[in-house]
């Protein structure tokens, strides 16, 4: 799943973005790397990573429960941002201290609900959900009266996708956990922001990543028991930490180096089809007209928003 979004918030949802000259040289190799790759290509590849990785994470769930994967994902992210960033409080105060422990809160808590949604809806759907969270919180920033148009073509979205009728198979359950998802998606832009204005380069998010980890960690292992020390799912949740976290990160930062914040968030808003393709023909996820056509509500009403907060 990604982290960033709509509506110009995009740039700000990287704590440390401005710095990004100054990392270590992993990432400075990757960022060489993907100079040759024009921005719009960056990410497109970013936000085919994270869904990849969401699919990867999502056929784990026949061995692992939802909260064990979720603290295999974290974890592995966590280790692997640490080898290149390290999180620096020295000097920091404990309301700094604070919001960066709200940061990681949010973070392993959207990251578990949507697993928990992931588990019970194609993904699809649950990202097409999710981003309602982001898209509203940049619709109340913009406070522009068009915006209610979005809202509008973005609930219309939501209650296509919603179980109607005894026939129906999407789950009530998985609506809910997406939407807390998105909820938290939304306090982690907010504390994301926050974060990147009181800890020094990328270190708000290393320091994130700790808290998560420690906060999903007794879930995960209740949950995961011995099954988590299997070096085959000990790789593939280095996979899925690669995937939904260090890659995408490394370019979006880059992406953003390179293009206009208005382009990055229209571009991003194609995140619900993405992860709908790769439902289909990663998982083999097939989704009927009436969920197309509301995913594409979802990425209209998102590119709508993202025009008009820019305009």
């Avoid at 619709?139 to 068009?146: L, Q």
């Avoid at 370019?251 to 993405?274: C, D, N, Q, T, Y």
Wanted: aromatic share 6%; charged share 15%.
């Amino acid at each position: 799943m990604g982290q960033s979004g709509v509506a110009g918030m995009t740039a700000e949802s990287h704590p440390g973005a401005e710095s990004y000259r100054m990392r270590p040289s992993p990432v400075r190799a990757l960022r060489a790397a993907s100079d040759a790759i024009p921005p719009p290509g960056l990410v497109l590849l970013a936000i085919l990573s994270v869904q990849v990785g969401a699919g990867l994470a999502k056929n784990l769930f026949a061995q692992l429960p939802p909260t064990a994967v979720v603290f295999l994902r974290i974890a592995t992210g966590a280790v692997m941002l640490l080898a290149v960033v390290r999180p620096r409080v020295r000097g920091l105060s404990r309301r700094d201290l604070g919001v960066g422990v709200a940061f990681g809160l949010s973070l392993g808590l959207m990251n578990l609900s949507f697993y928990e949604a992931l588990a019970r809806l194609p993904i699809g759907i649950a990202v097409s959900i999710e981003f309602i969270g982001p898209l509203t919180l940049a619709v109340v920033s913009s406070r522009r009266r068009i915006d209610l148009l979005w809202v509008a073509l973005a609930a219309v979205g939501v209650v296509l996708l919603a179980p109607w009728g005894d026939a129906a198979s999407t789950s009530w359950a998985g609506i809910g956990f997406a939407a807390m998802a998105g909820a938290f998606w939304a306090a982690y832009i907010v504390f994301s922001q926050a974060t990147g204005a009181r800890f020094p380069g990328a270190s708000g998010l290393s320091f994130a990543m700790i808290v998560s980890t420690i906060v999903i960690a007794p879930v995960g292992v209740a949950s995961g028991g011995i099954d988590l020390l299997r070096p085959e799912i000990l790789l593939i949740g280095a996979g899925v930490g690669l995937l939904s976290s260090v890659i995408p990160y490394s370019l979006e930062l880059e992406a953003l180096r390179r293009m206009p914040k208005r382009v990055f968030g229209i571009l991003m808003s194609l995140e619900p089809a993405v992860a709908a393709l790769v439902g289909l023909f990663v998982l083999g996820e097939v989704l009927k007209a009436r969920e197309w056509a509301a995913i594409g509500c979802v990425v209209a009403a998102s590119v709508g928003a993202t025009r008009a907060g820019d305009g």
